[in-house]
Protein backbone atom coordinates (compact mmCIF):
# COMPACT_ATOMS: atom_id res chain seq x y z
CA UNK A 1 0.00 0.00 0.00
CA UNK A 2 1.75 3.69 -1.38
CA UNK A 3 1.82 6.44 1.57
CA UNK A 4 -0.80 9.16 0.40
CA UNK A 5 -0.21 12.54 1.10
CA UNK A 6 -2.88 14.63 0.99
CA UNK A 7 -3.32 18.53 0.43
CA UNK A 8 -6.39 21.22 0.59
CA UNK A 9 -8.74 19.15 -2.09
CA UNK A 10 -10.95 21.36 -3.94
CA UNK A 11 -14.14 18.39 -3.07
CA UNK A 12 -17.56 20.05 -1.82
CA UNK A 13 -18.53 17.29 1.38
CA UNK A 14 -22.56 17.50 0.44
CA UNK A 15 -23.63 16.63 3.62
CA UNK A 16 -26.18 17.94 5.48
CA UNK A 17 -25.09 16.54 9.04
CA UNK A 18 -21.60 18.16 8.24
CA UNK A 19 -22.73 21.21 7.42
CA UNK A 20 -24.24 21.87 10.09
CA UNK A 21 -22.07 20.13 13.16
CA UNK A 22 -19.11 21.89 11.88
CA UNK A 23 -21.05 25.25 11.34
CA UNK A 24 -21.08 25.25 15.60
CA UNK A 25 -24.68 25.57 15.24
CA UNK A 26 -26.94 25.23 18.43
CA UNK A 27 -28.61 21.82 19.05
CA UNK A 28 -30.39 20.24 16.82
CA UNK A 29 -31.98 17.14 15.05
CA UNK A 30 -30.46 16.31 12.34
CA UNK A 31 -32.33 16.13 8.67
CA UNK A 32 -31.49 12.12 8.57
CA UNK A 33 -35.39 11.45 10.11
CA UNK A 34 -34.09 12.72 13.75
CA UNK A 35 -31.89 9.61 14.05
CA UNK A 36 -29.02 11.47 14.97
CA UNK A 37 -28.64 14.47 17.02
CA UNK A 38 -25.94 17.05 17.60
CA UNK A 39 -26.68 17.72 21.67
CA UNK A 40 -23.38 20.07 21.70
CA UNK A 41 -21.11 21.94 19.66
CA UNK A 42 -18.99 24.15 21.41
CA UNK A 43 -15.24 26.25 20.39
CA UNK A 44 -12.63 25.12 22.43
CA UNK A 45 -10.51 27.67 20.85
CA UNK A 46 -9.68 29.07 17.63
CA UNK A 47 -9.75 26.54 14.90
CA UNK A 48 -10.36 23.79 17.90
CA UNK A 49 -14.27 22.57 17.39
CA UNK A 50 -16.07 20.11 19.68
CA UNK A 51 -18.71 18.07 19.12
CA UNK A 52 -21.18 15.12 20.43
CA UNK A 53 -23.17 13.83 18.37
CA UNK A 54 -26.19 10.76 19.72
CA UNK A 55 -27.71 8.63 17.19
CA UNK A 56 -31.19 7.72 19.26
CA UNK A 57 -32.45 4.07 17.32
CA UNK A 58 -29.00 2.68 17.85
CA UNK A 59 -27.91 3.94 19.96
CA UNK A 60 -24.97 5.42 19.58
CA UNK A 61 -22.60 8.23 21.36
CA UNK A 62 -19.76 9.84 18.75
CA UNK A 63 -17.50 12.88 20.16
CA UNK A 64 -15.29 14.85 17.71
CA UNK A 65 -12.60 17.30 17.58
CA UNK A 66 -11.83 19.26 14.92
CA UNK A 67 -8.90 20.75 13.92
CA UNK A 68 -7.79 23.64 11.59
CA UNK A 69 -4.01 23.68 11.83
CA UNK A 70 -3.55 26.67 9.84
CA UNK A 71 -4.58 28.57 13.49
CA UNK A 72 -2.25 28.55 15.97
CA UNK A 73 -2.38 25.56 17.35
CA UNK A 74 -0.27 22.45 17.31
CA UNK A 75 -1.64 18.64 16.43
CA UNK A 76 0.70 16.60 18.00
CA UNK A 77 1.71 12.59 19.21
CA UNK A 78 2.78 12.03 23.01
CA UNK A 79 4.95 8.95 24.62
CA UNK A 80 3.13 9.00 28.15
CA UNK A 81 6.65 9.30 29.40
CA UNK A 82 9.77 10.60 29.17
CA UNK A 83 11.06 6.89 27.99
CA UNK A 84 9.57 4.18 27.67
CA UNK A 85 8.00 2.22 29.23
CA UNK A 86 5.40 4.09 29.52
CA UNK A 87 2.12 4.00 30.67
CA UNK A 88 -0.56 7.00 31.93
CA UNK A 89 -4.36 7.47 31.30
CA UNK A 90 -4.96 10.15 28.38
CA UNK A 91 -6.33 12.65 30.37
CA UNK A 92 -2.83 12.37 32.24
CA UNK A 93 -1.19 12.71 29.41
CA UNK A 94 -2.94 15.35 28.64
CA UNK A 95 -1.58 17.42 31.80
CA UNK A 96 1.95 16.62 31.36
CA UNK A 97 1.58 18.41 27.48
CA UNK A 98 -0.48 20.97 28.74
CA UNK A 99 -2.54 19.99 25.52
CA UNK A 100 -6.07 21.54 24.98
CA UNK A 101 -7.65 18.16 24.02
CA UNK A 102 -6.30 14.96 23.72
CA UNK A 103 -7.42 11.07 23.00
CA UNK A 104 -5.78 7.97 23.35
CA UNK A 105 -2.87 6.69 20.52
CA UNK A 106 -2.09 3.05 19.26
CA UNK A 107 -2.26 0.07 20.26
CA UNK A 108 -0.09 -0.85 23.44
CA UNK A 109 1.44 -3.87 23.87
CA UNK A 110 -0.10 -5.50 26.83
CA UNK A 111 1.92 -5.19 30.13
CA UNK A 112 4.51 -3.78 28.78
CA UNK A 113 4.11 -0.15 28.22
CA UNK A 114 5.22 0.83 24.06
CA UNK A 115 2.98 0.86 21.14
CA UNK A 116 2.57 -1.22 18.99
CA UNK A 117 3.93 0.03 15.60
CA UNK A 118 6.94 2.87 14.90
CA UNK A 119 6.45 5.41 16.81
CA UNK A 120 8.38 8.96 16.42
CA UNK A 121 8.07 11.98 18.39
CA UNK A 122 9.59 15.68 17.70
CA UNK A 123 11.79 14.83 15.75
CA UNK A 124 12.89 11.43 17.81
CA UNK A 125 12.38 7.78 16.29
CA UNK A 126 11.50 6.32 19.62
CA UNK A 127 11.10 2.57 18.04
CA UNK A 128 10.94 0.49 15.68
CA UNK A 129 8.81 -2.10 15.40
CA UNK A 130 7.84 -5.69 14.27
CA UNK A 131 4.26 -4.83 13.60
CA UNK A 132 4.45 -3.07 10.17
CA UNK A 133 1.09 -1.43 10.39
CA UNK A 134 0.31 1.46 9.05
CA UNK A 135 1.38 5.23 10.04
CA UNK A 136 -0.56 8.56 10.08
CA UNK A 137 2.30 11.61 10.06
CA UNK A 138 1.78 15.05 9.99
CA UNK A 139 3.81 17.67 7.79
CA UNK A 140 5.89 19.89 10.66
CA UNK A 141 4.15 22.60 8.98
CA UNK A 142 0.44 21.24 9.67
CA UNK A 143 -0.10 21.37 5.90
CA UNK A 144 -0.68 18.10 5.03
CA UNK A 145 -0.63 14.61 6.03
CA UNK A 146 0.93 11.22 5.04
CA UNK A 147 -1.29 7.65 5.43
CA UNK A 148 0.18 4.21 4.78
CA UNK A 149 3.02 2.48 5.60
CA UNK A 150 5.84 4.11 5.74
CA UNK A 151 9.85 3.43 4.50
CA UNK A 152 12.01 3.35 7.53
CA UNK A 153 15.46 3.71 7.21
CA UNK A 154 17.92 4.37 10.18
CA UNK A 155 21.50 4.91 9.09
CA UNK A 156 24.67 6.50 10.67
CA UNK A 157 27.51 8.19 8.10
CA UNK A 158 30.75 8.84 8.51
CA UNK A 159 30.80 12.72 8.09
CA UNK A 160 34.69 12.51 6.42
CA UNK A 161 34.64 9.26 4.46
CA UNK A 162 30.92 8.68 3.85
CA UNK A 163 30.48 5.51 4.52
CA UNK A 164 27.03 4.99 6.32
CA UNK A 165 25.82 1.88 8.33
CA UNK A 166 22.07 1.06 7.72
CA UNK A 167 20.95 -0.32 11.30
CA UNK A 168 18.37 -2.98 11.62
CA UNK A 169 16.74 -2.04 14.80
CA UNK A 170 15.98 0.76 16.53
CA UNK A 171 15.54 0.48 20.48
CA UNK A 172 13.82 -2.83 19.55
CA UNK A 173 15.97 -5.91 21.33
CA UNK A 174 19.33 -6.28 21.26
CA UNK A 175 21.90 -7.52 18.35
CA UNK A 176 21.35 -11.10 16.39
CA UNK A 177 24.11 -12.02 14.78
CA UNK A 178 24.60 -10.01 10.99
CA UNK A 179 22.62 -6.96 12.55
CA UNK A 180 23.28 -3.26 14.24
CA UNK A 181 21.13 -1.88 16.31
CA UNK A 182 20.41 1.41 18.11
CA UNK A 183 19.65 2.48 21.43
CA UNK A 184 18.34 5.95 22.78
CA UNK A 185 18.01 7.06 25.88
CA UNK A 186 13.95 7.06 24.90
CA UNK A 187 14.70 3.44 25.35
CA UNK A 188 14.77 3.79 28.96
CA UNK A 189 15.24 0.48 31.47
CA UNK A 190 12.80 -1.43 29.06
CA UNK A 191 15.52 -1.04 26.03
CA UNK A 192 18.66 -1.02 27.36
CA UNK A 193 22.18 -1.36 25.52
CA UNK A 194 23.19 -5.22 25.84
CA UNK A 195 25.63 -7.36 27.70
CA UNK A 196 27.90 -9.41 25.63
CA UNK A 197 28.06 -7.60 22.35
CA UNK A 198 30.15 -5.05 20.61
CA UNK A 199 29.45 -1.51 21.05
CA UNK A 200 30.17 2.60 19.89
CA UNK A 201 29.05 5.42 22.07
CA UNK A 202 28.16 8.37 20.00
CA UNK A 203 27.27 11.98 21.69
CA UNK A 204 25.62 14.75 20.55
CA UNK A 205 27.08 17.12 18.58
CA UNK A 206 24.72 19.71 17.34
CA UNK A 207 20.95 19.93 16.98
CA UNK A 208 18.20 17.75 15.29
CA UNK A 209 17.33 18.95 11.94
CA UNK A 210 15.11 18.15 8.60
CA UNK A 211 15.48 17.61 5.35
CA UNK A 212 14.13 15.75 2.25
CA UNK A 213 15.99 13.28 3.20
CA UNK A 214 14.66 13.15 6.75
CA UNK A 215 15.73 13.97 10.08
CA UNK A 216 19.30 14.51 10.56
CA UNK A 217 21.41 14.69 14.18
CA UNK A 218 25.38 14.83 14.03
CA UNK A 219 27.17 12.77 16.54
CA UNK A 220 30.72 12.21 17.29
CA UNK A 221 32.62 8.86 18.58
CA UNK A 222 32.93 9.00 22.10
CA UNK A 223 34.41 4.97 22.77
CA UNK A 224 34.08 1.63 21.19
CA UNK A 225 34.85 -1.78 23.00
CA UNK A 226 33.25 -5.41 23.24
CA UNK A 227 32.01 -6.06 27.23
CA UNK A 228 29.84 -8.40 28.94
CA UNK A 229 28.93 -5.19 30.63
CA UNK A 230 26.26 -2.96 28.47
CA UNK A 231 27.82 0.17 27.72
CA UNK A 232 26.16 3.07 29.47
CA UNK A 233 24.52 5.35 27.63
CA UNK A 234 25.57 8.45 29.45
CA UNK A 235 23.01 10.83 26.77
CA UNK A 236 24.48 9.52 23.87
CA UNK A 237 23.51 7.06 21.40
CA UNK A 238 25.03 3.28 21.56
CA UNK A 239 25.01 1.12 18.24
CA UNK A 240 25.75 -2.51 19.03
CA UNK A 241 26.72 -5.91 17.41
CA UNK A 242 26.97 -9.48 18.15
CA UNK A 243 30.57 -10.01 18.80
CA UNK A 244 32.98 -11.88 16.29
CA UNK A 245 31.06 -10.50 13.53
CA UNK A 246 31.72 -8.29 10.64
CA UNK A 247 29.25 -5.85 12.01
CA UNK A 248 31.29 -6.12 15.00
CA UNK A 249 34.16 -5.47 13.37
CA UNK A 250 32.69 -2.07 11.56
CA UNK A 251 31.95 -0.71 14.74
CA UNK A 252 35.18 -1.38 16.54
CA UNK A 253 36.48 0.43 13.68
CA UNK A 254 34.99 3.92 14.80
CA UNK A 255 37.44 5.73 16.16
CA UNK A 256 37.11 8.53 19.12
CA UNK A 257 36.25 11.79 17.86
CA UNK A 258 35.12 10.26 14.73
CA UNK A 259 32.35 12.74 13.08
CA UNK A 260 29.11 10.14 12.31
CA UNK A 261 25.84 11.24 11.39
CA UNK A 262 22.79 9.62 12.52
CA UNK A 263 19.30 10.28 10.11
CA UNK A 264 15.96 8.68 10.35
CA UNK A 265 13.24 8.79 7.53
CA UNK A 266 10.46 6.98 6.85
CA UNK A 267 10.41 8.05 2.87
CA UNK A 268 8.03 10.82 3.61
CA UNK A 269 9.00 14.43 3.74
CA UNK A 270 8.82 16.80 5.95
CA UNK A 271 7.87 14.72 9.20
CA UNK A 272 9.23 15.03 12.71
CA UNK A 273 5.82 13.08 14.43
CA UNK A 274 4.19 9.34 13.21
CA UNK A 275 1.33 7.66 15.12
CA UNK A 276 0.66 4.13 14.37
CA UNK A 277 -2.70 2.05 14.05
CA UNK A 278 -4.67 -0.61 12.68
CA UNK A 279 -6.24 -0.57 9.77
CA UNK A 280 -7.07 2.06 7.04
CA UNK A 281 -10.65 3.13 7.39
CA UNK A 282 -10.69 5.62 4.65
CA UNK A 283 -8.13 6.40 1.45
CA UNK A 284 -8.68 8.96 -0.72
CA UNK A 285 -12.14 9.26 0.65
CA UNK A 286 -13.24 5.84 -0.01
CA UNK A 287 -13.98 3.26 2.66
CA UNK A 288 -11.37 0.99 2.66
CA UNK A 289 -12.15 -0.90 6.00
CA UNK A 290 -13.35 -4.52 5.76
CA UNK A 291 -15.61 -7.15 7.68
CA UNK A 292 -14.04 -10.03 9.53
CA UNK A 293 -15.64 -12.63 11.45
CA UNK A 294 -13.20 -11.49 14.86
CA UNK A 295 -14.82 -9.61 17.75
CA UNK A 296 -11.93 -6.41 16.04
CA UNK A 297 -14.01 -6.28 13.24
CA UNK A 298 -17.45 -5.57 15.51
CA UNK A 299 -18.97 -2.94 17.47
CA UNK A 300 -16.82 -1.77 20.00
CA UNK A 301 -15.25 1.50 21.28
CA UNK A 302 -13.21 3.25 18.63
CA UNK A 303 -11.05 5.58 18.51
CA UNK A 304 -9.83 7.62 14.51
CA UNK A 305 -7.83 9.72 13.58
CA UNK A 306 -8.59 11.45 9.81
CA UNK A 307 -7.84 13.84 7.54
CA UNK A 308 -10.12 15.63 5.56
CA UNK A 309 -10.36 18.05 1.97
CA UNK A 310 -10.71 20.90 3.26
CA UNK A 311 -7.28 20.61 5.53
CA UNK A 312 -8.62 19.81 8.55
CA UNK A 313 -8.19 16.69 11.51
CA UNK A 314 -10.52 14.94 12.92
CA UNK A 315 -9.97 13.12 16.41
CA UNK A 316 -13.30 10.35 16.90
CA UNK A 317 -14.43 8.71 20.00
CA UNK A 318 -17.20 6.58 19.71
CA UNK A 319 -18.54 5.12 22.92
CA UNK A 320 -19.34 1.45 22.94
CA UNK A 321 -20.02 -2.02 24.91
CA UNK A 322 -22.72 0.20 26.87
CA UNK A 323 -25.92 -1.07 24.66
CA UNK A 324 -29.06 0.33 27.36
CA UNK A 325 -29.78 3.56 25.91
CA UNK A 326 -25.93 4.87 25.67
CA UNK A 327 -23.77 3.62 22.96
CA UNK A 328 -22.97 0.04 21.26
CA UNK A 329 -20.13 1.04 19.46
CA UNK A 330 -19.25 0.84 15.91
CA UNK A 331 -17.81 -1.66 14.14
CA UNK A 332 -14.59 -1.33 11.37
CA UNK A 333 -16.80 -0.74 8.59
CA UNK A 334 -19.29 1.64 10.43
CA UNK A 335 -16.51 3.62 12.04
CA UNK A 336 -15.07 4.14 8.39
CA UNK A 337 -18.83 5.43 7.90
CA UNK A 338 -18.53 7.62 10.35
CA UNK A 339 -15.56 9.33 9.35
CA UNK A 340 -16.55 9.87 5.47
CA UNK A 341 -19.75 11.14 6.89
CA UNK A 342 -17.33 13.71 8.88
CA UNK A 343 -15.47 14.98 5.91
CA UNK A 344 -12.59 12.51 6.05
CA UNK A 345 -10.52 11.69 2.92
CA UNK A 346 -8.07 9.77 4.47
CA UNK A 347 -9.02 8.02 8.71
CA UNK A 348 -6.84 5.32 10.36
CA UNK A 349 -8.50 3.33 13.36
CA UNK A 350 -6.23 3.23 16.35
CA UNK A 351 -6.63 1.58 20.07
CA UNK A 352 -9.81 1.14 21.00
CA UNK A 353 -11.71 -0.84 23.28
CA UNK A 354 -11.71 0.11 26.83
CA UNK A 355 -8.86 2.61 25.90
CA UNK A 356 -11.02 5.06 23.68
CA UNK A 357 -10.64 8.02 25.82
CA UNK A 358 -11.54 12.12 24.56
CA UNK A 359 -10.12 14.22 26.80
CA UNK A 360 -11.59 18.41 26.83
CA UNK A 361 -10.06 20.97 28.88
CA UNK A 362 -8.71 18.21 31.59
CA UNK A 363 -11.79 16.75 31.74
CA UNK A 364 -12.76 13.09 30.33
CA UNK A 365 -15.91 13.49 28.32
CA UNK A 366 -17.20 10.13 26.95
CA UNK A 367 -17.84 7.46 29.09
CA UNK A 368 -14.92 4.54 28.67
CA UNK A 369 -16.23 0.96 28.54
CA UNK A 370 -13.99 0.32 32.03
CA UNK A 371 -15.33 2.70 33.41
CA UNK A 372 -12.07 4.72 34.32
CA UNK A 373 -9.36 5.62 31.80
CA UNK A 374 -6.92 2.90 30.64
CA UNK A 375 -3.88 3.39 31.31
CA UNK A 376 -2.21 3.68 27.57
CA UNK A 377 1.38 3.95 25.92
CA UNK A 378 0.63 7.21 23.40
CA UNK A 379 -1.64 10.08 22.81
CA UNK A 380 -2.61 12.68 20.11
CA UNK A 381 -2.81 15.74 21.82
CA UNK A 382 -3.45 19.33 20.67
CA UNK A 383 -1.17 21.95 22.38
CA UNK A 384 -2.57 25.94 22.38
CA UNK A 385 0.47 27.09 20.61
CA UNK A 386 4.10 26.05 19.05
CA UNK A 387 5.29 22.50 20.10
CA UNK A 388 8.33 23.14 22.28
CA UNK A 389 9.69 20.03 21.85
CA UNK A 390 9.98 21.15 17.85
CA UNK A 391 11.46 24.42 18.94
Known amino acids: ?3 TIRRPLPVLIALSLVIGLFAGLPATESEAGGRRKIVESRKIAPGLLFT ?10 TFVLKIDPSRPLTVDVALAANQLPARRTTSQIAKRTGALV ?3 GDFSVPGVGRPVHVFAQD ?8 QQGPLFALRVDEQGVYVGQPS ?8 VSGQTWVLDRWNQGPPAPGEIVGFSPLGGTLEPPPAYSCSVRLVPDGTRSLGEAGVVWDHVV ?3 GCSEVPMARDGGLVLSAAPATDEATQLLAMMPGARMRLRWSLGWEGVYDAIGGMPLLVQDGQIVAETCASAFCGRNPRTAIGWTAKNRILLVVVDGRRP ?10 EMARIMQDLGAVQALNLDGG ?8 GKVVNRPSDDSERRVATAVVVLPGPDPGEA
Open 1 to 3: MQP
Open 52 to 61: KIIEKKIPRR
Open 102 to 104: AVN
Open 123 to 130: GHLVQTAN
Open 152 to 159: LRVSVTNR
Open 222 to 224: DSA
Open 324 to 333: KRWSVGASLV
Open 354 to 361: GSSTIVVR
